[in-house]
Protein backbone atom coordinates (compact mmCIF):
# COMPACT_ATOMS: atom_id res chain seq x y z
CA UNK A 1 0.00 0.00 0.00
CA UNK A 2 2.42 2.49 0.84
CA UNK A 3 4.08 2.60 -2.35
CA UNK A 4 0.59 4.02 -3.82
CA UNK A 5 0.25 6.45 -1.38
CA UNK A 6 1.53 10.02 -1.85
CA UNK A 7 1.96 11.55 1.71
CA UNK A 8 0.38 14.84 2.44
CA UNK A 9 2.97 17.06 1.49
CA UNK A 10 4.04 15.39 -1.64
CA UNK A 11 0.26 16.22 -2.44
CA UNK A 12 0.72 19.97 -1.88
CA UNK A 13 3.77 20.10 -4.07
CA UNK A 14 2.58 17.64 -6.50
CA UNK A 15 -0.82 20.02 -6.96
CA UNK A 16 2.02 23.28 -7.08
CA UNK A 17 3.92 21.71 -9.59
CA UNK A 18 0.70 21.35 -11.84
CA UNK A 19 1.35 23.85 -14.27
CA UNK A 20 4.84 23.69 -14.03
CA UNK A 21 6.41 22.60 -17.34
CA UNK A 22 7.70 18.99 -17.42
CA UNK A 23 5.94 18.41 -14.23
CA UNK A 24 3.88 16.21 -16.14
CA UNK A 25 5.56 12.67 -14.31
CA UNK A 26 4.23 13.97 -11.37
CA UNK A 27 0.70 13.85 -12.24
CA UNK A 28 1.00 10.20 -14.24
CA UNK A 29 2.93 9.08 -10.93
CA UNK A 30 0.04 10.37 -8.88
CA UNK A 31 -2.60 9.65 -11.16
CA UNK A 32 -2.05 6.31 -13.01
CA UNK A 33 -2.79 4.09 -11.43
CA UNK A 34 -5.61 5.63 -9.62
CA UNK A 35 -6.83 6.07 -13.33
CA UNK A 36 -6.26 2.21 -14.54
CA UNK A 37 -6.62 3.94 -18.60
CA UNK A 38 -4.42 1.35 -19.42
CA UNK A 39 -6.99 -1.65 -19.08
CA UNK A 40 -9.39 0.72 -20.25
CA UNK A 41 -8.16 0.83 -23.41
CA UNK A 42 -7.34 -2.68 -23.89
CA UNK A 43 -10.40 -4.02 -23.19
CA UNK A 44 -12.68 -5.55 -25.36
CA UNK A 45 -16.06 -3.98 -25.12
CA UNK A 46 -19.36 -4.21 -27.32
CA UNK A 47 -20.13 -2.16 -29.83
CA UNK A 48 -22.22 0.77 -29.42
CA UNK A 49 -24.05 3.38 -26.99
CA UNK A 50 -27.58 2.59 -25.75
CA UNK A 51 -29.08 4.10 -22.53
CA UNK A 52 -28.70 2.93 -19.50
CA UNK A 53 -31.91 2.57 -17.41
CA UNK A 54 -35.36 3.27 -18.34
CA UNK A 55 -36.90 7.33 -19.30
CA UNK A 56 -38.09 8.20 -16.03
CA UNK A 57 -39.82 11.86 -15.44
CA UNK A 58 -37.94 13.74 -13.29
CA UNK A 59 -39.27 12.34 -9.75
CA UNK A 60 -41.78 10.29 -11.20
CA UNK A 61 -41.24 6.49 -12.04
CA UNK A 62 -44.86 5.55 -13.30
CA UNK A 63 -43.63 1.82 -13.97
CA UNK A 64 -41.48 1.48 -10.57
CA UNK A 65 -44.03 -0.52 -9.25
CA UNK A 66 -43.91 -3.20 -12.17
CA UNK A 67 -40.13 -3.04 -12.11
CA UNK A 68 -39.58 -3.78 -8.53
CA UNK A 69 -41.85 -7.08 -9.37
CA UNK A 70 -38.61 -9.69 -10.03
CA UNK A 71 -37.68 -9.98 -13.32
CA UNK A 72 -40.08 -7.51 -15.53
CA UNK A 73 -37.80 -5.27 -16.66
CA UNK A 74 -34.45 -4.72 -17.79
CA UNK A 75 -32.44 -1.36 -18.57
CA UNK A 76 -34.06 -0.01 -21.57
CA UNK A 77 -37.15 -0.91 -20.77
CA UNK A 78 -38.04 -4.21 -22.71
CA UNK A 79 -39.35 -7.52 -20.71
CA UNK A 80 -36.51 -10.14 -21.09
CA UNK A 81 -36.90 -13.51 -22.20
CA UNK A 82 -36.13 -14.97 -18.32
CA UNK A 83 -38.60 -12.30 -16.74
CA UNK A 84 -41.06 -13.66 -19.12
CA UNK A 85 -40.14 -17.08 -17.52
CA UNK A 86 -40.24 -15.88 -14.46
CA UNK A 87 -43.80 -14.37 -14.95
CA UNK A 88 -44.98 -17.38 -16.27
CA UNK A 89 -43.64 -19.23 -13.23
CA UNK A 90 -45.10 -17.45 -11.12
CA UNK A 91 -48.58 -17.51 -12.37
CA UNK B 1 -39.40 -1.67 15.25
CA UNK B 2 -37.37 1.46 16.69
CA UNK B 3 -36.88 4.59 14.61
CA UNK B 4 -36.24 7.71 15.64
CA UNK B 5 -39.14 9.35 13.99
CA UNK B 6 -41.69 7.06 16.17
CA UNK B 7 -39.75 7.86 19.14
CA UNK B 8 -40.69 11.50 18.54
CA UNK B 9 -44.15 10.17 18.54
CA UNK B 10 -44.34 7.99 20.92
CA UNK B 11 -42.16 9.91 23.75
CA UNK B 12 -44.71 12.98 22.40
CA UNK B 13 -42.03 15.08 22.16
CA UNK B 14 -42.48 18.37 21.12
CA UNK B 15 -40.33 19.50 18.09
CA UNK B 16 -39.48 22.72 19.52
CA UNK B 17 -38.00 20.75 22.01
CA UNK B 18 -35.85 18.67 20.04
CA UNK B 19 -34.75 20.99 17.77
CA UNK B 20 -33.19 22.92 21.01
CA UNK B 21 -31.38 19.67 21.77
CA UNK B 22 -30.07 19.82 18.32
CA UNK B 23 -29.11 23.16 18.34
CA UNK B 24 -27.84 23.04 22.05
CA UNK B 25 -24.67 21.56 21.12
CA UNK B 26 -24.46 20.72 16.96
CA UNK B 27 -21.01 20.09 17.19
CA UNK B 28 -21.69 16.45 18.93
CA UNK B 29 -18.86 17.14 20.76
CA UNK B 30 -15.77 15.87 18.41
CA UNK B 31 -17.75 15.21 15.60
CA UNK B 32 -18.66 18.73 14.43
CA UNK B 33 -20.74 17.65 10.93
CA UNK B 34 -21.86 20.82 10.22
CA UNK B 35 -21.16 23.68 8.33
CA UNK B 36 -23.58 25.56 8.93
CA UNK B 37 -26.87 25.61 10.96
CA UNK B 38 -30.04 28.38 10.61
CA UNK B 39 -31.64 28.40 13.93
CA UNK B 40 -34.28 30.61 12.98
CA UNK B 41 -35.55 28.64 9.98
CA UNK B 42 -35.41 25.35 12.31
CA UNK B 43 -37.64 26.92 15.05
CA UNK B 44 -39.90 28.61 12.35
CA UNK B 45 -40.38 24.99 10.83
CA UNK B 46 -40.47 23.30 14.82
CA UNK B 47 -42.97 25.66 15.83
CA UNK B 48 -45.08 24.57 12.72
CA UNK B 49 -44.93 21.38 13.25
CA UNK B 50 -45.53 21.38 17.21
CA UNK B 51 -48.96 23.70 15.60
CA UNK B 52 -50.20 20.53 13.48
CA UNK B 53 -48.91 18.08 16.50
CA UNK B 54 -51.34 19.76 18.33
CA UNK B 55 -54.12 20.44 16.68
CA UNK B 56 -56.61 18.07 14.77
CA UNK B 57 -56.25 19.13 11.18
CA UNK B 58 -55.92 15.27 9.34
CA UNK B 59 -53.50 13.18 9.29
CA UNK B 60 -49.88 14.35 10.61
CA UNK B 61 -47.14 14.55 7.73
CA UNK B 62 -44.64 11.54 6.89
CA UNK B 63 -41.56 13.52 8.89
CA UNK B 64 -43.83 16.01 11.18
CA UNK B 65 -41.06 17.71 13.34
CA UNK B 66 -38.15 16.02 12.57
CA UNK B 67 -35.33 17.52 11.99
CA UNK B 68 -33.09 16.70 9.11
CA UNK B 69 -29.57 17.71 7.65
CA UNK B 70 -28.68 18.78 3.79
CA UNK B 71 -25.41 18.19 2.04
CA UNK B 72 -23.18 21.16 1.67
CA UNK B 73 -23.63 20.95 -2.15
CA UNK B 74 -27.27 21.40 -2.09
CA UNK B 75 -29.63 24.12 -2.32
CA UNK B 76 -30.73 25.37 0.95
CA UNK B 77 -32.35 28.96 1.11
CA UNK B 78 -30.32 31.42 2.37
CA UNK B 79 -27.42 29.05 3.51
CA UNK B 80 -24.31 28.83 0.61
CA UNK B 81 -24.12 26.28 -1.38
CA UNK B 82 -20.36 25.24 -1.60
CA UNK B 83 -19.47 21.63 -1.99
CA UNK B 84 -16.94 21.94 0.60
CA UNK B 85 -14.80 24.18 -1.97
CA UNK B 86 -14.04 27.50 -1.36
CA UNK B 87 -13.84 27.92 -5.32
CA UNK B 88 -17.85 27.57 -5.35
CA UNK B 89 -19.58 29.38 -3.03
CA UNK B 90 -23.15 30.83 -3.45
CA UNK B 91 -25.77 31.80 -1.47
CA UNK B 92 -28.98 29.92 -2.61
CA UNK B 93 -32.30 31.57 -3.30
CA UNK B 94 -34.48 28.78 -2.90
CA UNK B 95 -34.30 25.19 -1.63
CA UNK B 96 -33.56 22.31 -4.41
CA UNK B 97 -36.74 20.52 -4.76
CA UNK B 98 -35.75 17.53 -2.76
CA UNK B 99 -34.60 19.94 0.25
CA UNK B 100 -38.33 21.41 -0.70
CA UNK B 101 -40.45 18.00 -0.38
CA UNK B 102 -38.69 17.12 3.27
CA UNK B 103 -39.73 20.55 4.54
CA UNK B 104 -43.42 20.14 2.78
CA UNK B 105 -43.53 16.61 4.50
CA UNK B 106 -42.99 18.28 8.13
CA UNK B 107 -38.91 17.91 8.07
CA UNK B 108 -37.54 20.47 10.19
CA UNK B 109 -34.01 21.82 8.02
CA UNK B 110 -31.25 22.33 10.58
CA UNK B 111 -28.34 23.45 8.84
CA UNK B 112 -25.99 22.13 6.16
CA UNK B 113 -22.89 19.92 6.55
CA UNK B 114 -19.73 19.00 5.47
CA UNK B 115 -18.40 17.18 2.56
CA UNK B 116 -15.17 16.45 0.66
CA UNK B 117 -14.37 19.22 -1.75
CA UNK B 118 -16.39 18.89 -4.90
CA UNK B 119 -17.41 15.33 -3.54
CA UNK B 120 -13.98 13.69 -4.77
CA UNK B 121 -12.75 12.25 -2.06
CA UNK B 122 -14.19 8.87 -0.70
CA UNK B 123 -11.82 8.77 2.58
CA UNK B 124 -13.55 12.13 4.44
CA UNK B 125 -10.67 14.39 4.43
CA UNK B 126 -10.49 17.54 3.06
CA UNK B 127 -7.45 19.90 2.61
CA UNK B 128 -9.87 23.23 1.90
CA UNK B 129 -11.98 22.60 5.85
CA UNK B 130 -12.41 20.55 8.79
CA UNK B 131 -13.63 17.15 7.98
CA UNK B 132 -16.34 15.74 11.02
CA UNK B 133 -14.97 12.89 12.90
CA UNK B 134 -16.47 9.73 12.77
CA UNK B 135 -19.02 9.30 15.87
CA UNK B 136 -17.52 6.15 16.71
CA UNK B 137 -13.83 7.17 16.93
CA UNK B 138 -12.93 10.31 16.41
CA UNK B 139 -9.57 9.48 15.31
CA UNK B 140 -11.09 8.35 11.86
CA UNK B 141 -12.83 9.84 8.88
CA UNK B 142 -16.47 9.11 8.03
CA UNK B 143 -15.69 8.45 4.57
CA UNK B 144 -17.10 10.83 1.96
CA UNK B 145 -18.29 12.82 0.04
CA UNK B 146 -21.09 12.79 2.43
CA UNK B 147 -19.57 12.93 5.49
CA UNK B 148 -21.65 15.21 7.63
CA UNK B 149 -24.32 13.88 6.90
CA UNK B 150 -23.67 10.60 7.68
CA UNK B 151 -21.64 11.78 10.58
CA UNK B 152 -24.97 13.46 12.21
CA UNK B 153 -27.09 10.78 11.66
CA UNK B 154 -24.80 8.48 13.75
CA UNK B 155 -24.48 11.01 16.33
CA UNK B 156 -27.79 11.23 16.62
CA UNK B 157 -28.64 14.75 15.79
CA UNK B 158 -30.97 14.06 13.09
CA UNK B 159 -33.05 10.93 12.06
CA UNK B 160 -32.38 11.82 8.30
CA UNK B 161 -29.79 13.72 6.32
CA UNK B 162 -29.60 14.45 2.73
CA UNK B 163 -26.60 12.95 0.68
CA UNK B 164 -25.59 12.89 -2.80
CA UNK B 165 -23.88 10.12 -4.32
CA UNK B 166 -21.72 9.71 -7.49
CA UNK B 167 -19.51 7.20 -7.12
CA UNK B 168 -20.43 5.69 -3.45
CA UNK B 169 -21.17 9.04 -1.31
CA UNK B 170 -25.28 7.74 -0.12
CA UNK B 171 -22.96 4.42 0.65
CA UNK B 172 -19.38 4.97 1.67
CA UNK B 173 -20.25 7.44 4.27
CA UNK B 174 -23.59 5.52 5.74
CA UNK B 175 -20.93 1.99 5.99
CA UNK B 176 -17.98 3.88 7.70
CA UNK B 177 -20.50 5.54 10.32
CA UNK B 178 -22.88 2.68 10.82
CA UNK B 179 -25.81 4.00 9.57
CA UNK B 180 -28.24 3.32 6.46
CA UNK B 181 -28.24 4.69 3.23
CA UNK B 182 -30.44 4.62 -0.48
CA UNK B 183 -28.90 5.70 -3.46
CA UNK B 184 -31.85 6.01 -5.51
CA UNK B 185 -32.07 5.16 -9.07
CA UNK B 186 -30.69 7.32 -11.51
CA UNK B 187 -33.12 10.52 -11.93
CA UNK B 188 -35.76 9.32 -9.26
CA UNK B 189 -35.24 11.91 -7.00
CA UNK B 190 -34.35 15.43 -8.82
CA UNK B 191 -31.43 16.24 -8.81
CA UNK B 192 -31.37 19.98 -9.59
CA UNK B 193 -30.41 22.94 -6.85
CA UNK B 194 -26.78 21.66 -6.59
CA UNK B 195 -23.22 23.16 -6.79
CA UNK B 196 -22.15 23.27 -10.25
CA UNK B 197 -19.38 20.61 -9.72
CA UNK B 198 -20.08 18.17 -12.23
CA UNK B 199 -20.64 14.01 -11.53
CA UNK B 200 -24.03 14.81 -14.18
CA UNK B 201 -24.54 11.32 -15.28
CA UNK B 202 -24.15 9.27 -12.06
CA UNK B 203 -25.20 11.33 -9.22
CA UNK B 204 -28.13 10.79 -7.32
CA UNK B 205 -29.66 12.81 -4.43
CA UNK B 206 -31.19 10.51 -1.73
CA UNK B 207 -31.09 10.17 2.13
CA UNK B 208 -29.00 8.67 5.17
CA UNK B 209 -30.96 7.79 8.16
CA UNK B 210 -30.50 5.60 11.29
CA UNK B 211 -33.35 2.75 10.41
CA UNK B 212 -34.79 1.33 7.75
CA UNK B 213 -37.90 2.95 8.51
CA UNK B 214 -36.37 6.35 8.95
CA UNK B 215 -34.97 5.42 5.62
CA UNK B 216 -38.00 4.52 3.80
CA UNK B 217 -39.98 7.34 4.94
CA UNK B 218 -37.35 9.97 3.32
CA UNK B 219 -36.95 8.06 0.61
CA UNK B 220 -40.49 8.19 -0.11
CA UNK B 221 -41.36 12.14 0.33
CA UNK B 222 -37.37 12.84 -2.03
CA UNK B 223 -38.86 10.85 -4.47
CA UNK B 224 -42.65 11.95 -4.32
CA UNK B 225 -43.65 7.96 -4.20
CA UNK B 226 -46.23 6.46 -1.81
CA UNK B 227 -45.19 5.66 1.44
CA UNK B 228 -43.55 1.89 1.25
CA UNK B 229 -45.08 -0.57 3.16
CA UNK B 230 -42.07 -2.12 5.54
CA UNK B 231 -44.43 -5.13 6.25
CA UNK B 232 -44.68 -6.58 2.88
CA UNK B 233 -42.76 -9.43 2.24
CA UNK B 234 -40.26 -8.51 0.14
CA UNK B 235 -40.57 -11.24 -2.81
CA UNK B 236 -44.46 -11.39 -2.88
CA UNK B 237 -44.60 -14.59 -0.58
CA UNK B 238 -41.82 -16.13 -2.78
CA UNK B 239 -37.93 -16.78 -0.98
CA UNK B 240 -36.31 -13.77 -2.31
CA UNK B 241 -32.83 -15.03 -4.08
CA UNK B 242 -29.94 -12.81 -3.56
CA UNK B 243 -27.16 -13.17 -5.72
CA UNK B 244 -23.64 -12.68 -4.53
CA UNK B 245 -20.50 -12.55 -7.47
CA UNK B 246 -17.77 -14.05 -5.16
CA UNK B 247 -15.25 -13.31 -7.42
CA UNK B 248 -16.01 -9.79 -6.87
CA UNK B 249 -16.21 -10.21 -3.28
CA UNK B 250 -13.04 -11.09 -3.33
CA UNK B 251 -10.78 -12.67 -0.50
CA UNK B 252 -8.32 -11.77 2.19
CA UNK B 253 -6.75 -9.76 -0.43
CA UNK B 254 -9.09 -7.68 -1.07
CA UNK B 255 -11.78 -7.73 1.81
CA UNK B 256 -10.71 -7.23 5.66
CA UNK B 257 -11.37 -10.24 7.95
CA UNK B 258 -14.43 -8.69 10.37
CA UNK B 259 -15.72 -7.35 7.61
CA UNK B 260 -15.78 -10.46 5.04
CA UNK B 261 -17.22 -12.45 8.46
CA UNK B 262 -19.89 -9.77 9.77
CA UNK B 263 -21.28 -9.48 5.40
CA UNK B 264 -21.52 -13.30 5.30
CA UNK B 265 -23.47 -13.50 8.51
CA UNK B 266 -25.72 -11.72 7.43
CA UNK B 267 -26.08 -12.83 3.56
CA UNK B 268 -25.78 -16.54 4.61
CA UNK B 269 -29.04 -17.89 5.92
CA UNK B 270 -30.60 -16.08 2.54
CA UNK B 271 -29.29 -18.93 0.68
CA UNK B 272 -27.12 -16.59 -1.53
CA UNK B 273 -27.06 -17.99 -5.72
CA UNK B 274 -23.41 -17.44 -6.85
CA UNK B 275 -23.93 -14.90 -10.36
CA UNK B 276 -20.68 -13.67 -12.58
CA UNK B 277 -20.98 -10.10 -13.40
CA UNK B 278 -18.84 -9.23 -16.07
CA UNK B 279 -16.60 -6.23 -17.03
CA UNK B 280 -16.56 -5.56 -13.47
CA UNK B 281 -12.53 -5.45 -13.02
CA UNK B 282 -13.74 -2.24 -15.28
CA UNK B 283 -15.83 -0.31 -13.27
CA UNK B 284 -13.39 1.82 -11.05
CA UNK B 285 -11.51 3.18 -14.10
CA UNK B 286 -14.73 3.77 -16.27
CA UNK B 287 -16.24 5.75 -13.21
CA UNK B 288 -13.19 8.03 -13.36
CA UNK B 289 -12.66 8.15 -16.64
CA UNK B 290 -16.48 9.47 -16.76
CA UNK B 291 -16.66 11.58 -14.00
CA UNK B 292 -13.31 13.44 -13.87
CA UNK B 293 -14.04 15.00 -17.32
CA UNK B 294 -17.13 15.95 -15.80
CA UNK B 295 -16.18 17.45 -13.08
CA UNK B 296 -13.25 19.36 -15.04
CA UNK B 297 -15.94 20.42 -17.90
CA UNK B 298 -17.88 22.21 -14.88
CA UNK B 299 -15.06 23.70 -13.46
CA UNK B 300 -13.98 24.89 -16.63
CA UNK B 301 -12.92 28.28 -17.54
CA UNK B 302 -14.37 31.16 -15.54
CA UNK B 303 -15.50 29.04 -12.63
CA UNK B 304 -12.58 27.51 -12.17
CA UNK B 305 -10.45 29.13 -9.91
CA UNK B 306 -6.87 26.81 -9.29
CA UNK B 307 -5.47 28.47 -6.37
CA UNK B 308 -8.65 27.93 -4.33
CA UNK B 309 -9.08 24.28 -4.91
CA UNK B 310 -7.35 21.90 -2.46
CA UNK B 311 -3.87 20.23 -3.45
CA UNK B 312 -5.72 16.55 -4.00
CA UNK B 313 -8.46 18.21 -6.18
CA UNK B 314 -5.86 20.09 -8.25
CA UNK B 315 -4.34 16.69 -9.15
CA UNK B 316 -7.36 14.49 -10.10
CA UNK B 317 -8.29 17.96 -12.56
CA UNK B 318 -5.02 17.70 -13.79
CA UNK B 319 -5.03 13.87 -14.26
CA UNK B 320 -8.57 14.52 -15.94
CA UNK B 321 -6.49 16.05 -18.83
CA UNK B 322 -4.84 12.73 -19.36
CA UNK B 323 -8.16 11.28 -19.80
CA UNK B 324 -9.46 11.71 -23.82
CA UNK B 325 -11.70 11.95 -25.76
CA UNK B 326 -11.50 8.08 -26.75
CA UNK B 327 -11.34 7.06 -22.91
CA UNK B 328 -14.38 8.83 -21.80
CA UNK B 329 -16.57 7.12 -24.82
CA UNK B 330 -14.96 3.78 -24.02
CA UNK B 331 -16.16 4.46 -20.12
CA UNK B 332 -19.74 4.63 -21.62
CA UNK B 333 -18.97 1.61 -23.72
CA UNK B 334 -18.40 -0.36 -20.10
CA UNK B 335 -21.36 1.57 -18.66
CA UNK B 336 -23.69 -0.47 -21.39
CA UNK B 337 -21.87 -3.78 -20.43
CA UNK B 338 -22.24 -3.55 -17.38
CA UNK B 339 -26.11 -2.55 -17.45
CA UNK B 340 -26.44 -5.15 -19.89
CA UNK B 341 -24.75 -7.28 -17.49
CA UNK B 342 -26.61 -6.58 -14.45
CA UNK B 343 -30.16 -7.05 -15.96
CA UNK B 344 -28.95 -9.75 -17.13
CA UNK B 345 -28.26 -11.15 -13.21
CA UNK B 346 -31.02 -9.50 -11.90
CA UNK B 347 -33.45 -11.67 -14.11
CA UNK B 348 -32.68 -14.76 -12.31
CA UNK B 349 -32.15 -13.18 -8.34
CA UNK B 350 -33.88 -10.51 -6.78
CA UNK B 351 -30.81 -8.33 -5.76
CA UNK B 352 -27.50 -8.36 -5.52
CA UNK B 353 -25.36 -8.33 -2.21
CA UNK B 354 -21.94 -7.53 -1.82
CA UNK B 355 -20.14 -5.60 1.29
CA UNK B 356 -20.23 -1.47 0.99
CA UNK B 357 -16.79 -1.34 1.59
CA UNK B 358 -13.96 -3.86 2.02
CA UNK B 359 -12.80 -1.95 5.01
CA UNK B 360 -13.74 -0.08 8.12
CA UNK B 361 -13.27 3.47 8.61
CA UNK B 362 -9.65 3.59 7.90
CA UNK B 363 -6.56 4.48 10.31
CA UNK B 364 -5.26 8.14 9.37
CA UNK B 365 -2.13 10.10 10.37
CA UNK B 366 -3.09 12.89 12.67
CA UNK B 367 -1.45 15.23 10.09
CA UNK B 368 -3.68 14.05 7.52
CA UNK B 369 -6.54 16.02 8.90
CA UNK B 370 -4.88 19.24 7.48
CA UNK B 371 -3.14 18.04 4.76
CA UNK B 372 -4.96 14.50 3.50
CA UNK B 373 -2.63 12.04 1.14
CA UNK B 374 -3.24 11.10 -1.77
CA UNK B 375 -3.93 7.00 -1.48
CA UNK B 376 -4.71 5.60 -4.74
CA UNK B 377 -5.29 1.71 -2.96
CA UNK B 378 -7.16 3.26 -0.55
CA UNK B 379 -9.44 5.02 -3.02
CA UNK B 380 -9.58 2.17 -5.11
CA UNK B 381 -10.42 0.22 -2.28
CA UNK B 382 -13.08 2.55 -0.78
CA UNK B 383 -15.14 2.30 -4.31
CA UNK B 384 -14.80 -1.29 -5.40
CA UNK B 385 -18.19 -2.14 -4.51
CA UNK B 386 -19.91 0.93 -5.15
CA UNK B 387 -19.26 1.87 -8.92
CA UNK B 388 -21.56 -0.66 -10.11
CA UNK B 389 -24.90 1.72 -8.89
CA UNK B 390 -23.45 4.79 -10.42
CA UNK B 391 -22.50 3.54 -13.69
CA UNK B 392 -25.64 1.54 -14.34
CA UNK B 393 -27.97 3.68 -12.39
CA UNK B 394 -29.21 0.92 -10.53
CA UNK B 395 -30.24 1.86 -7.08
CA UNK B 396 -28.15 0.51 -3.89
CA UNK B 397 -29.11 0.48 -0.04
CA UNK B 398 -26.09 0.08 2.55
CA UNK B 399 -26.90 -1.22 6.05
CA UNK B 400 -24.85 -1.60 8.67
CA UNK B 401 -24.25 -5.25 9.73
CA UNK B 402 -22.44 -4.76 13.31
CA UNK B 403 -18.68 -3.61 13.86
CA UNK B 404 -15.40 -4.94 14.12
CA UNK B 405 -13.54 -6.04 17.40
CA UNK B 406 -12.65 -2.31 17.76
CA UNK B 407 -16.32 -0.93 17.24
CA UNK B 408 -15.70 0.06 13.59
CA UNK B 409 -18.74 -0.32 11.32
CA UNK B 410 -19.65 -2.60 9.07
CA UNK B 411 -21.67 -2.42 6.10
CA UNK B 412 -23.87 -4.60 3.70
CA UNK B 413 -24.97 -2.99 0.49
CA UNK B 414 -27.88 -4.43 -1.57
CA UNK B 415 -28.69 -3.33 -5.07
CA UNK B 416 -31.64 -3.73 -7.15
CA UNK B 417 -33.46 -3.25 -10.56
CA UNK B 418 -33.72 -0.02 -11.65
CA UNK B 419 -37.13 1.36 -10.04
CA UNK B 420 -36.72 -1.12 -7.55
CA UNK B 421 -36.29 0.82 -3.91
CA UNK B 422 -39.32 -0.75 -2.30
CA UNK B 423 -38.16 -4.19 -2.76
CA UNK B 424 -34.88 -3.47 -1.35
CA UNK B 425 -36.25 -1.46 1.76
CA UNK B 426 -38.87 -4.04 2.29
CA UNK B 427 -35.54 -6.60 2.42
CA UNK B 428 -33.80 -4.43 4.49
CA UNK B 429 -36.50 -4.02 6.62
CA UNK B 430 -37.41 -7.55 7.27
CA UNK B 431 -33.77 -8.23 7.58
CA UNK B 432 -33.71 -5.61 10.23
CA UNK B 433 -36.85 -7.20 11.90
CA UNK B 434 -34.57 -10.49 11.79
CA UNK B 435 -31.32 -9.06 13.73
CA UNK B 436 -29.14 -9.44 10.65
CA UNK B 437 -28.65 -5.87 9.90
CA UNK B 438 -28.13 -3.18 12.31
CA UNK B 439 -25.52 -2.23 14.62
CA UNK B 440 -23.76 -1.03 17.88
CA UNK B 441 -25.12 3.35 18.71
CA UNK B 442 -21.68 5.55 18.50
CA UNK B 443 -20.35 6.21 21.54
CA UNK B 444 -20.19 9.86 20.54
CA UNK B 445 -23.80 10.01 20.36
CA UNK B 446 -26.64 12.23 21.13
CA UNK B 447 -30.02 11.34 22.21
CA UNK B 448 -32.23 14.58 21.16
CA UNK B 449 -35.46 12.39 21.69
CA UNK B 450 -34.48 11.57 25.52
CA UNK B 451 -32.73 15.53 25.82
CA UNK B 452 -36.17 17.25 24.38
CA UNK B 453 -38.47 14.66 26.89
CA UNK B 454 -36.03 16.09 29.57
CA UNK B 455 -37.04 19.47 29.18
CA UNK B 456 -36.05 22.87 27.49
CA UNK B 457 -32.42 22.73 26.38
CA UNK B 458 -30.01 25.31 27.13
CA UNK B 459 -28.39 27.74 24.80
CA UNK B 460 -31.55 27.80 22.56
CA UNK B 461 -30.67 32.24 21.98
CA UNK B 462 -30.87 32.12 18.57
CA UNK B 463 -26.99 32.46 17.85
CA UNK B 464 -25.16 29.72 15.83
CA UNK B 465 -22.50 27.87 17.50
CA UNK B 466 -19.49 29.03 18.01
CA UNK B 467 -17.96 25.43 16.59
CA UNK B 468 -20.19 25.68 13.62
CA UNK B 469 -21.83 27.78 10.59
CA UNK B 470 -20.24 31.31 9.77
CA UNK B 471 -18.60 31.86 13.32
CA UNK B 472 -16.25 28.90 12.65
CA UNK B 473 -13.13 30.32 12.56
CA UNK B 474 -11.87 26.94 10.88
CA UNK B 475 -14.69 26.59 8.99
CA UNK B 476 -12.53 27.96 5.59
CA UNK B 477 -9.12 28.81 6.10
CA UNK B 478 -8.96 30.83 2.78
CA UNK B 479 -12.26 32.24 2.98
CA UNK B 480 -13.34 35.34 1.21
CA UNK B 481 -14.20 38.56 2.82
CA UNK B 482 -18.00 39.77 3.15
CA UNK B 483 -18.82 35.58 3.67
CA UNK B 484 -22.56 36.20 5.00
Not at chain 2, 175 to 186: D, I
Not at chain 2, 273 to 298: F, K, N, R
Not at chain 2, 465 to 477: L, Q, V
Amino acid sequence: MAARRLPGRLVRAAARAVDVPGAGAVVRRASGRLLGLGRLRAARLPDGLAPLVPDQPTGSLPHADASERPGTRAPGGAATPAAERERSRRR
Amino acid sequence: MTTTIARLRAADADPQQVVEAVLAEPAAGPVDPFTDVDPARARREAAASAQALAGDDGPVRPLEGAPVAIKDVVDVAGLATRAGSPALHRVADADATAVARLARAGGVVVGKTRQTELGLSPVGLSASEPAPRNPHDPARPCGGSSSGSAAAVAAGLVPVAVGTDGGGSLRIPPALCGVYGLKPTFGAVPADGQAPCGWWSTNTVGPIAGSVADLAAAWAVMADRPAVDLEGEPGGGEPVRVGVDWAWWGGPEVVEGAVDRAARAAVDPLGPVPVTIGHLDLAPSALYATVLPEVAAALHGPRRDGARLGPDVTLALAAAERITAVDHVRAQQVRRALAGELARVLDDVDVLAVPTTPCVAPAVEPGAWASPPLDEGLVRALTRYTALANLTGAPALAAPVGADAAGHPVSLQLIGRPGGEPALLRLAARLERDGRIGGPPAPHRVDVVARAAAGPAAGGDGAPSPRTGHNDPRADPREEPGRA
